[in-house]
């Protein structure tokens, strides 16, 4: 069964900081991940999907990197803002299944 | 649509009784997913639609909870006898394909009193 664990749960940083969000997941066989944010009492944005056979995409200041080998997946934020300030999602398919598993999501908070 | 859309944004209701969800996908969306989120929880997945058919049904908690999408588009999330564990914001979302990003709705936020 595919578990996945986003370490920190809260994480609170100054403005320009560039910082690094982990999330891990148990089964490696996994189809592609997905990150996203999510504001407070709104939907998820989607920020990167990664499929399975690539090792990274970027958009803008997001670099989100995936290694499967050891069930793990990072998000690099560069020079962070303070509208950065949401919580983060890390979402799993494994192979041979349409479901979307979910970590818990780190909250990050940047200030000003 | 320019986006996915839900209603009602929240609902109210009494224990025992029925309520429905309703979810419009991107237009041309052929995926569909519906999930539930509890506070301070990532969204746990329900029901995955490829099309008008369910191709995973297997994150409905129980036979309370079903959902259809007839036509291939609008989807409806129906609980029935609705217990006060089943409050919650309820989410739905929409990719090109299986394989695609999901966009997701603002949620409906449902409370069971």
């Known amino acids: 069964k595919q578990e996945v664990t986003q370490i920190p749960a809260a994480l609170s940083v100054p403005e320009g900081e560039n910082l690094v969000l982990n999330c891990s997941f148990t089964?490696?066989?996994?189809?592609?991940l997905q990150w996203f944010r999510q504001d407070p009492g709104k939907g998820l944005t989607s920020l990167l999907l990664?499929?399975?056979?690539?090792r990274e995409q970027t958009s803008g200041r997001l670099n989100a990197s995936l290694d499967k080998s050891s069930g793990r997946s990072t998000l690099y934020i560069a020079a962070s803002q303070p509208g950065d300030s949401a919580t983060y999602l890390c979402?799993?398919?494994?192979?041979?299944?349409?479901?979307?598993?979910f970590g818990t999501g780190t909250r990050l908070k940047v200030l000003a | 649509g320019a986006g996915v859309s839900q209603t009602p944004s929240n609902k109210v209701t009494e224990k025992g009784k029925y309520v429905e969800l309703r979810c419009d996908p991107i237009?041309?969306?052929?995926?569909l997913y519906w999930y539930r989120q509890s506070l301070g929880q990532g969204p746990e997945f329900l029901i995955y639609?490829?099309?008008?058919?369910?191709?995973?049904d297997s994150g409905l908690p129980n036979d309370r909870f079903f959902a259809v999408r007839p036509e291939g588009s609008v989807s409806t999330l129906k609980i029935q006898r609705t217990e006060r564990g089943d409050s919650a914001v309820y989410l739905c979302?929409?990719?090109?394909?299986?394989?695609?990003?999901?966009?997701f709705g603002p949620g409906t936020r449902l409370t069971v009193t």
């Open positions: 639609f490829q099309g008008t058919g369910a191709a995973d």
């Open positions: 237009s041309g969306h052929t995926a």
């Open positions: 990664i499929q399975s056979s690539q």
């Open positions: 089964d490696s066989a996994i189809y592609n």
């Open positions: 979402a799993v398919r494994t192979s041979g299944t349409y479901k979307y598993i």
């Open positions: 979302a929409s990719s090109l394909s299986p394989t695609s990003e999901q966009y």
